[in-house]
């Protein structure tokens, strides 16, 4: 085919493809969808804007829906934003667990550029996380500059036996650092326990969430010392958005480690029906207001009850 038509009919393709509505339903025509609320501000910015915000921050945390492609593609736009704001932070992965590092270390030993491999590399598709495919973006903008790729995260198995009450799992030190072998503060660890207990559908046996809570904060701490050991010019961490709330979660443990540090928390949420004001989602949190620096408005990746196939199965 000689190049000239070939080329006319990439772009006829490419044309045709952009001009595709959008799938029908899921918020695409929601008034929110694609905004950016500065929560502090009180007002919506560009993405400019907020690449802009997030710059200066050592410590950079991006909130997701673990399985809203969207979200890991705004992820990677912002890494790309703050390359091209002349950072080199580290990014760093709630879905990586520190015994994988090695794994992830030999891939980029080998071939520090390929993101499309490291997924195999690691043992991705047992993991139980959304397609590697979904999160290569991020990990190709980050090796595309050369910025390190951290496992931020506990080993899956020590998490799991901290959520059956194991509490010698965890690192001594990790223990005394962050208190994990007490309780929350009372407001916390109710708060911590209710929004566990929605997240599990009600369908939880009232002595296991405790133990599920210090998991959840286990996890927090350990993510958070993963970012400052690993981090050379501050750090990207890629995680759920209940991790990178600012009432609690990473940037709590953040700031009792490193309390001088600057921290700068963004969040993608999907839109739902009816709630067209920010200050509509702050309940979905269980908060007064969104306990975010920063909320991204996007498009839902399903309209599922996430609870439905539980009730299906206690009939």
Same mark, same amino acid.
């Given at each position: 085919?000689?190049?000239l038509?070939? +080329?006319? &009919?990439?772009v &006829?393709?490419?044309?045709a493809?952009?001009?595709?509505p959008?799938p029908?339903?899921?918020g695409h025509?929601?008034?929110?969808?694609?905004r950016?609320?500065?929560?502090?501000?009180?007002r919506?910015?560009?993405?400019?804007a907020?690449v802009?915000?997030l710059?200066p921050?050592?410590?950079v945390?991006l909130?997701?829906?673990h399985?809203?492609?969207?979200?890991?593609?705004?992820?990677a736009?912002?890494?790309r934003? +703050?390359?091209?704001?002349g950072?080199?932070?580290?990014v760093?992965f709630?879905?990586?667990g520190?015994?994988?590092?090695?794994?992830?270390?030999?891939?980029?030993?080998?071939?520090p550029?390929?993101?499309?491999?490291?997924?195999?590399?690691?043992?991705?598709?047992?993991?139980?996380?959304?397609?590697?495919m979904?999160?290569?973006?991020?990990?190709?903008?980050?090796?595309s500059a050369?910025?390190?790729?951290?496992?931020?995260?506990?080993p899956?198995g020590?998490?799991?036996?901290?959520?059956?009450g194991?509490?010698?799992?965890?690192?001594d030190?990790l223990?005394?650092?962050?208190?994990l072998d007490?309780?929350a503060?009372?407001?916390?660890q109710?708060?911590m326990?209710?929004?566990?207990?929605?997240?599990?559908?009600a369908?939880?046996?009232? !002595?296991?969430?405790p133990? +599920?809570v210090?998991?959840?904060?286990?996890r927090d701490?350990?993510?958070?010392?993963?970012l400052?050991?690993g981090q050379?010019d501050?750090?990207? +961490?890629i995680a759920?958005?209940?991790?990178?709330?600012t009432?609690?979660g990473?940037?709590?443990?953040?700031?009792?480690?490193?309390?001088?540090?600057?921290?700068?928390?963004?969040a993608f949420?999907?839109?739902?029906?009816?709630?067209?004001?920010?200050?509509?989602y702050?309940?979905?949190?269980?908060?007064a207001r &969104?306990?975010?620096?920063f909320v991204?408005?996007t498009?839902? !990746?399903?309209?599922?009850?996430?609870?439905?196939?539980?009730r299906?199965t206690?009939?």
């Open positions: 085919m000689p190049r038509l070939a +080329l006319i &009919l990439v &006829l393709a490419a044309s493809h952009a001009a595709e959008p029908a339903g899921l025509d929601h008034p929110l969808t694609g950016i609320w500065d929560v502090a501000g009180t919506f910015i560009t993405m400019e907020l802009a915000r710059a921050a050592r410590f945390l909130g997701e829906r399985d809203n492609a969207d979200h890991h593609a705004f992820q736009r912002i890494v934003g +703050l390359v091209g704001a950072r080199r932070p580290a760093a709630e879905m990586l520190t015994d994988q590092g090695a794994a992830l270390a030999a891939h980029l030993e080998r071939a550029r390929d993101a499309a491999g490291l997924g195999a590399a690691v043992g991705w598709s047992t993991s139980g996380w959304p397609p590697w979904h999160y290569e973006p991020i990990a190709e903008a980050a090796l050369g910025l390190p790729i951290v496992a931020a995260n506990l899956a020590t998490a799991r036996a901290v959520a059956r194991d509490l010698s799992a965890l690192d030190a223990v005394r650092a962050h208190g007490r309780p503060s009372p407001e916390t109710a708060a326990e209710r929004e566990m207990r929605t997240a599990h559908c369908t939880l046996p009232d !002595a296991m969430v133990s +599920l210090t998991a959840q904060r286990a701490a350990q993510m958070a010392e993963r400052v050991a050379r501050g750090a990207v +961490l759920g958005a209940g991790h990178v709330r009432d609690r990473v940037p709590a443990y953040l700031a009792a480690r490193v309390p001088d540090a600057s921290v700068a928390s963004a949420v999907e839109v739902a029906s009816g709630a067209v004001a920010p200050a509509d702050a309940g979905r949190f269980g908060a &969104l306990p975010f620096d991204w408005f498009a839902r !990746a399903d309209d599922a009850d996430p609870c439905a196939r539980l299906g206690r009939r």
